[in-house]
C-alpha cells in the first residue's frame, strides 16, 4: 500500500515502480525489491521477495452489488523466497498473490469484510471472503483454485466469531465446524487485523492465513491522520 503521489509511481507491462521499491515480473517470477523505512525510528527495510507461482490465473469477480469493486488471485498458489539485509532475515514458504481494483473508495460502499484462504491436501488454494456492505447487502465467496488452474464454488459452514482484537475488533471465519481457534495474530491495528487460524473446510482441518477490515475505523478521523506513519504520503 502506498500513498505517494502520481509522480513517484509508476507502471509498464513487466515492471511497478512505487517511490524507492519496485517489482518485476522476470516471466518466471515477481521480484519484489523494498527499499523503506520503518516506524517509529525510521529503521531501514531493506531486502528482496521472490514469488514463484505454481499456476497464473486471468480470474476476477465483483466484490459488490454494483460491481465496482473486484477482485481475483493472480497466482494462488505460490512459493517465496525472501532474503532481506535490514533486518537480517531469510526464509521461504507457501505463498498467495491476488489483485484488488475498484472504481470508488472503499467507504463508500462497505462495513467490514473478513477474509481468509488455506493449501489444501490436494495443493489446491481455497479462498473464502465474507463480504457486509453498508446497505447491508452480504456477499460470500468460497472459491477453490485447483491446481489444474479452474476455479470451482464450494459449500461453507457458518459465520463464527473469533475473539476481539487488542483494539476491540469483531473478527469473524466462516467454518463447517464450531470450533476455530485463532493460532497467532500477525497484525493488530485499530481498523486491519491479520491471524493464523484453524478451522474447517472441504473436509480439512486447515490453517488458514485470515484478514478483518473495518472500514468505519479506516475513515475515522484519527486513523487517517495516523496512516501517514505507517505509509508514505508524498504529493
Given at each position: 500500500?502506498?500513498?505517494?503521489?502520481?509522480?513517484?509511481?509508476?507502471?509498464?507491462?513487466?515492471n511497478?515502480?512505487?517511490?524507492?521499491?519496485?517489482?518485476?515480473?522476470?516471466?518466471?517470477?515477481?521480484?519484489?525489491?523494498?527499499?523503506?523505512?520503518?516506524?517509529?525510528?525510521?529503521?531501514?527495510?531493506?531486502?528482496?521477495?521472490?514469488?514463484?507461482?505454481?499456476?497464473?490465473?486471468?480470474?476476477?469477480v465483483?466484490?459488490?452489488?454494483?460491481?465496482?469493486?473486484?477482485?481475483?488471485?493472480?497466482?494462488?498458489?505460490?512459493?517465496?523466497?525472501?532474503?532481506?539485509?535490514?533486518?537480517?532475515?531469510?526464509?521461504?514458504?507457501h505463498?498467495?498473490?491476488?489483485?484488488?481494483?475498484?472504481?470508488?473508495?472503499?467507504?463508500?460502499?462497505?462495513?467490514?469484510?473478513?477474509?481468509?484462504?488455506?493449501?489444501?491436501?490436494?495443493?489446491?488454494?481455497?479462498?473464502?471472503?465474507?463480504?457486509?456492505?453498508?446497505?447491508?447487502?452480504?456477499?460470500?465467496?468460497?472459491l477453490?483454485?485447483?491446481?489444474?488452474?479452474?476455479?470451482?464454488?464450494?459449500?461453507?459452514?457458518?459465520?463464527?466469531?473469533?475473539?476481539?482484537?487488542?483494539?476491540?475488533?469483531?473478527?469473524?471465519?466462516?467454518?463447517?465446524?464450531?470450533?476455530?481457534?485463532?493460532?497467532?495474530?500477525?497484525?493488530?491495528?485499530?481498523?486491519?487485523?491479520?491471524?493464523?487460524?484453524?478451522?474447517?473446510?472441504?473436509?480439512?482441518?486447515?490453517?488458514?492465513?485470515?484478514?478483518?477490515?473495518?472500514?468505519?475505523?479506516?475513515?475515522?478521523?484519527?486513523?487517517?491522520?495516523?496512516?501517514?506513519?505507517?505509509?508514505?504520503?508524498?504529493?
Amino acid at each position: 500500500m502506498t500513498e505517494r503521489g502520481r509522480r513517484f509511481v509508476s507502471r509498464d507491462a513487466t515492471n511497478f515502480q512505487i517511490g524507492p521499491s519496485d517489482l518485476h515480473w522476470n516471466g518466471q517470477s515477481l521480484e519484489i525489491n523494498i527499499k523503506e523505512r520503518a516506524v517509529p525510528f525510521g529503521q531501514k527495510v531493506i531486502g528482496k521477495v521472490k514469488v514463484f507461482p505454481e499456476q497464473l490465473f486471468n480470474y476476477s469477480v465483483p466484490l459488490d452489488k454494483l460491481g465496482l469493486h473486484r477482485w481475483g488471485p493472480l497466482a494462488p498458489t505460490s512459493r517465496v523466497e525472501v532474503e532481506f539485509l535490514s533486518p537480517q532475515l531469510k526464509w521461504s514458504g507457501h505463498a498467495y498473490l491476488d489483485s484488488n481494483e475498484g472504481d470508488e473508495p472503499i467507504n463508500r460502499t462497505f462495513y467490514e469484510w473478513d477474509w481468509a484462504r488455506a493449501l489444501l491436501k490436494d495443493g489446491s488454494t481455497a479462498v473464502v471472503y465474507d463480504v457486509r456492505e453498508k446497505s447491508g447487502v452480504e456477499k460470500l465467496l468460497a472459491l477453490q483454485f485447483n491446481p489444474n488452474s479452474t476455479v470451482t464454488d464450494f459449500e461453507i459452514g457458518n459465520r463464527h466469531p473469533l475473539p476481539k482484537t487488542m483494539w476491540k475488533i469483531q473478527r469473524n471465519i466462516r467454518s463447517d465446524r464450531n470450533n476455530p481457534s485463532i493460532i497467532q495474530d500477525l497484525e493488530d491495528t485499530p481498523f486491519y487485523s491479520r491471524s493464523v487460524l484453524k478451522s474447517h473446510w472441504l473436509g480439512e482441518d486447515l490453517t488458514c492465513m485470515h484478514e478483518t477490515l473495518n472500514v468505519p475505523r479506516f475513515s475515522s478521523t484519527v486513523v487517517q491522520m495516523m496512516l501517514p506513519w505507517r505509509m508514505p504520503r508524498i504529493t
